[in-house]
């Protein structure tokens, strides 16, 4: 079975700050897919981004930036210079390869970024 | 490109009432289709998934059903709600071969 793990409930940080979210997974797959979410407040589930078990590249997109690391079955999501529009739960998630059918979840990150 | 649009995004029930919530995806043909629920707390779950019309999984005995009545139209039912259905209800869709799951809007069930 798999597992998410984030053990940050909730971070709070004051404008232009950055911080880092964390994201453990459990897998016996050799073949799966890591994501990232971000749910506003409006509740949407916005996607950020896949990273699939055999790409370990380091990915930057504007102020976001996430290091997959599978020796620790991590995947780190760091926003640099956060925005109060940074402020939402973050969700990271991991889906079998082959099986595209159940997304399993991290409890989230509730991310509040103060002006 | 690919939209997903869901309705109603905010209902008030009383309980034993029915339940129907609509999703339907533009842009694409033969997706996968998911309902999520997201009760308090954050966690998300999966209730059911299609991969084609009239094929439905479910993954938690509830009190709901859903149908796929069409290729691109999946519909979540109850016909009788209980209190503890209140909840946030997305839809999402990921392509036939694809490992990207996309989200709706959301709606948001209080059973009273």
């Known amino acids: 079975a798999q597992k998410v793990t984030q053990a940050q409930t909730e971070i709070s940080v004051v404008e232009k700050e950055d911080v880092t979210l964390d994201c453990v997974y459990e897998?016996?797959?050799?073949?799966?897919?890591l994501f990232w979410y971000k749910q506003p407040p409006s509740g949407e589930l916005v996607f950020l981004i896949r990273r699939n078990s055999f790409d370990e590249q380091n990915e930057i997109s504007g102020r976001y930036s996430w290091n997959f690391q599978k020796s620790t079955s991590s995947f780190n999501f760091t926003i640099t210079a956060s925005q109060v529009v940074d402020s939402a739960v973050y969700f990271c998630?991991?889906?079998?390869?082959?099986?595209?059918?159940?997304?399993?979840f991290g409890k989230g990150t509730l991310l509040t970024v103060n002006p | 490109s690919q939209t997903i649009h869901q309705w109603p995004a905010t209902l008030v029930q009383p309980v034993g009432s029915p339940l129907s919530l609509e999703c339907t995806v533009e842009?694409?043909?033969?997706?996968?289709l998911y309902w999520y629920r997201q009760a308090a707390g954050r966690g998300l779950q999966l209730l059911f998934y299609s991969v084609g019309i009239g094929q439905i999984s479910s993954e938690v005995p509830q009190n709901l059903s859903a149908s796929r009545p069409q290729d691109r139209q999946f519909i979540l039912s109850s016909k009788k709600l209980l209190l503890s259905d209140s909840g946030f209800y997305l839809c999402a869709w990921s392509s036939e071969s694809g490992n990207t799951i996309y989200f709706g809007e959301g709606s948001w069930l209080t059973v009273v």
């Open positions: 842009g694409t043909s033969n997706p996968n």
């Open positions: 998630a991991l889906i079998r390869g082959g099986s595209n059918y159940k997304l399993t």
């Open positions: 897998t016996r797959d050799t073949t799966y897919y």
